[in-house]
């Protein structure tokens, strides 16, 4: 992403394949994102339809949450957004979505498991953040205290966030977390005995050599 405008143009196209999907409901789920080393973002806004957003929709504001630019108001879970470019500068774009799948298995108090190759090289560890409501600044400082050194989090009967450089890692973060956890979720509903076979201990390793994770 080389300007805002495609940044929002990202934003809009993001929310519109989460929403087809099923990874967002109609007001559920946020988007937000900046080009690198700003201390400004374009978020999604809050009460909208997010299957069918337009630019002038999208809000602009800074890290302390002040509206820059946008006529509606930001998604509730902006301080969320801000606590994790605050603590990550690495951080450009960030998914907040609601996976079923994921999130089913964290309720059920089951984690996801190193059960394929995109699980462990592309998600790598995924923490657990306790439950906090909605939009409070108690999410947003468990949010902050989880999001070091990982790429994905699931938020307890909540949903989950993905991280990256741009929309597209973010996007494909959370995209990942849902087919592991479906993937998990198929494995475990039709084995006999309810155990996995993971990915070995050794590829792990490797894994987190060759990528540096």
């Known amino acids: 992403m080389f300007s805002e405008e495609e940044i929002k143009r990202e934003i809009i196209r993001v929310m519109k394949v989460l929403y087809t999907r099923g990874l967002i409901s109609a007001l559920g789920g946020n988007v937000s994102a900046r ?9 999604t806004p809050s009460g909208i339809f997010k299957g069918d957003l337009h630019d002038e929709d999208l809000v602009k504001i800074d ?49 996801l498991k190193p059960i394929t190759v995109e699980s462990v090289i592309t998600l790598r560890k995924v923490p657990i953040v306790p439950y906090a409501y909605p939009g409070t600044d108690e999410l947003a400082e468990l949010v902050a205290k989880h999001i070091e050194g ?26 990942t977390l849902e087919e592991v956890a479906i993937t998990q979720f198929v494995a475990l509903l039709t ?7 993971l990915i070995p201990y050794k590829d792990r390793e490797l894994a987190t050599q060759l990528y540096k994770i």
């Open 35 to 43: 080009l690198p080393n700003s201390k400004e973002i374009w978020i």
């Open 63 to 111: 890290l302390d949450g002040n509206v820059i630019e946008g006529f509606m108001r930001p998604s509730i879970e902006w301080p969320l957004h801000v606590a994790i470019y605050k603590k990550r500068p690495d951080v450009n774009a960030i998914v907040h979505a609601h996976n079923p799948f994921t999130t089913g298995l964290a309720i059920a108090g089951i984690e």
């Open 150 to 175: 990982a790429r994905a989090l699931i938020l307890q009967n909540h949903g989950v966030i993905g991280v990256g450089y741009n929309l597209v890692e973010a996007e494909t973060i959370v995209e």
């Open 191 to 197: 084995s006999e005995k309810k155990k996995l076979r």
